[in-house]
């Protein structure tokens, strides 16, 4: 009983732990399984060039509208499409790779934000959008981030068919779809973007790519096949955020970094005792 109130207290005595959860497991629930295509596509990296390609936007928005989570969300849209748009057309008219274009964009773009927040904004503002704010969400950032989830959610759904089948035989996709390939590639990429948006709303823009690609790695060493993947990784994301809130409250450490640090601590055990492929499985086989 007393592990019970424990665990409960926290989220029915204060609001803002109530409505920082509610937003962490609708970002679990959207942003995990995009983590798991990102993993199955070999481009796990570009999810974190992309967290940061958006500060300049989320910065301009900031030094246009203050502290406004739509004005920050949809300039770090804009902006991390932007990257993402022009690494890809970088990649096709040269020599250089996407992860390699991807780098290039993102650094200046992570470089360029910071400049622009220290324009305007304190230490403790440019430590919020880099860091994210996440027991200070309220209503409005609710509703954008369950807006985005159900969006993201819809989306995915329509194009699931064509993202699996591109992640293990690109070419049949490419042959049978022809120029709509490039449309699911940049829908993908536009899912991608606007959940790191969402994130960088809670966990901040350093911190935002933890909860879409740590529960996805994870849960590959669970599952055996894709949709369990999928299912795991978005209960593993639930766990992390559940939690990392409960540390953040009873070890006054910040909630942001806790989530993050509890989904890096299950990626840990996961490589140890997880179940498809994990060191002590391997060993004892």
């Given at each position: 009983?007393?592990v019970?109130?424990?665990?409960?207290?926290?989220?029915?005595?204060?609001?803002?732990?109530?409505?920082?959860?509610?937003?962490?497991?609708?970002?679990?629930?959207?942003?995990?399984p995009?983590?798991?295509?990102?993993?199955?596509?070999?481009?796990?990296?570009?999810?974190?060039a992309?967290?940061?390609?958006?500060?300049?936007?989320?910065?301009?928005?900031?030094?246009?509208?203050?502290?406004s989570?739509?004005?920050?969300?949809?300039?770090?849209?804009?902006?991390?499409?932007?990257?993402?748009m022009?690494?890809?057309?970088?990649?096709?008219?040269?020599l250089l790779k996407?992860?390699?274009?991807?780098?290039?964009?993102?650094?200046?773009?992570?470089?360029?934000?910071?400049?622009?927040?220290?324009?305007?904004?304190?230490?403790?503002?440019?430590?919020?959008?880099?860091?994210?704010?996440?027991?200070?969400?309220?209503?409005?950032a609710?509703?954008?981030?369950?807006a985005?989830?159900?969006v993201?959610?819809?989306?995915?759904?329509?194009?699931?068919?064509?993202?699996?089948?591109?992640?293990?035989?690109?070419?049949?996709?490419?042959?049978?779809?022809?120029?709509?390939?490039?449309?699911?590639?940049?829908?993908?990429?536009?899912?991608?973007?606007?959940?790191?948006?969402?994130?960088?709303?809670?966990?901040g823009?350093?911190?935002?790519?933890?909860?879409?690609?740590?529960?996805?790695?994870?849960?590959?060493?669970?599952?055996?096949?894709?949709?369990?993947?999928?299912?795991?990784?978005?209960?593993?994301?639930v766990?992390?955020?559940?939690?990392?809130?409960?540390?953040?409250?009873?070890?006054?450490?910040?909630?942001?970094p806790?989530i993050?640090?509890?989904?890096?601590?299950?990626?840990?055990?996961?490589?140890?005792?997880?179940?498809?492929?994990?060191?002590?499985t391997?060993?004892?086989?």
């Amino acid at each position: 009983m007393m592990v019970f109130h424990l665990l409960t207290d926290p989220f029915v005595d204060f609001g803002f732990m109530r409505r920082a959860l509610v937003a962490c497991l609708a970002l679990s629930l959207s942003a995990a399984p995009l983590g798991v295509f990102l993993l199955l596509r070999r481009m796990s990296l570009v999810g974190d060039a992309l967290s940061h390609a958006v500060l300049p936007g989320a910065a301009i928005g900031y030094l246009i509208s203050g502290m406004s989570l739509v004005a920050m969300g949809i300039g770090g849209f804009i902006a991390g499409l932007a990257v993402a748009m022009m690494s890809g057309w970088v990649s096709r008219r040269t020599l250089l790779k996407e992860d390699a274009s991807f780098a290039g964009f993102y650094l200046g773009s992570l470089a360029l934000g910071v400049t622009l927040v220290s324009l305007r904004g304190s230490n403790m503002d440019l430590l919020h959008v880099l860091f994210g704010s996440i027991l200070a969400v309220d209503r409005e950032a609710m509703t954008l981030v369950g807006a985005i989830t159900t969006v993201s959610m819809l989306v995915l759904a329509a194009i699931y068919r064509a993202l699996v089948i591109e992640s293990f035989d690109p070419v049949f996709l490419r042959v049978s779809m022809g120029r709509w390939l490039m449309v699911v590639h940049a829908l993908f990429l536009s899912l991608v973007v606007i959940n790191l948006v969402a994130g960088f709303q809670i966990l901040g823009t350093l911190m935002s790519v933890g909860l879409m690609m740590l529960p996805a790695a994870s849960a590959r060493f669970w599952a055996k096949n894709l949709p369990n993947t999928l299912v795991v990784a978005m209960l593993i994301g639930v766990a992390a955020s559940v939690i990392g809130l409960l540390w953040s409250y009873y070890a006054s450490l910040p909630a942001g970094p806790a989530i993050v640090l509890s989904a890096s601590f299950i990626f840990f055990l996961s490589i140890l005792f997880g179940t498809r492929g994990g060191v002590l499985t391997a060993a004892r086989r």
